[in-house]
């Protein structure tokens, strides 16, 4: 199936780090990232594990909880949480699912639908398995990144998103490019001015009647 922005996230059971979950009913009522990993044991997922368990407090802030999946058995991935610690000091604090069978990974759209799981398979087999989904607690799918397996994700890029996604979600504006929390922000075009001036008596700046700024609603 193919995965869009405003689909619901696909529902699944699969065993973790930290036992066997229900996506949706771990979500709860919080934002969630699932970011995906091609295999255990390769050196850029490493890197990327070890940065998301340092960032994990930055999400728990905004009330997000944070999983990641590879296509390998959890009993793999509680040899491969040992050195990633080790190698990039911290420890993996957030839950690990296990796909072996490319079973959450076909429902996601992350490899093709006709890839069989089992067996011997390497990362370059799976290399299409490098996607981040943010997902809202509406449990719909309010973002996708997908990453080659050469590049390192940029997750402050990805907190960075969420600030927006959760901004936008609470006060109905839009970002600009560049944008960080602080920063003025975008009035969309379908608020009316009228519409504008009731909910910002502060006042906006109108640069052209499509685009108008203000600064960020607290």
Known sequence: MSIRIGDEAPDFTADTTEGQIRF??????????????????????????????????EFDKRGTKIIGLSIDPVSDHQRWVQDIEQTQGHAVNYPLIGDADLTVAKLYDMI?????????????????????????????VKAMLVYPMSAGRNFDEVLRLLDALQLNARHTVATPVNWRPGDDVIIPTSVSDEDAKKKYPQGFRTLKPYLRVVAEPK
């Open 24 to 57: 949706h009913d771990w979500i709860g009522d919080k934002w969630a990232i699932l970011f995906s990993h091609p295999k255990d044991f390769t050196p850029v997922c490493t890197t990327e594990l070890g940065y998301m368990a340092r960032l994990k407090p």
């Open 112 to 140: 093709h639908p006709n890839a069989s799981g089992g067996g011997p398979r390497t990362a370059v087999d799976n290399a299409t398995v490098r996607s981040v989904f943010i997902v809202g607690p509406d449990k719909k």
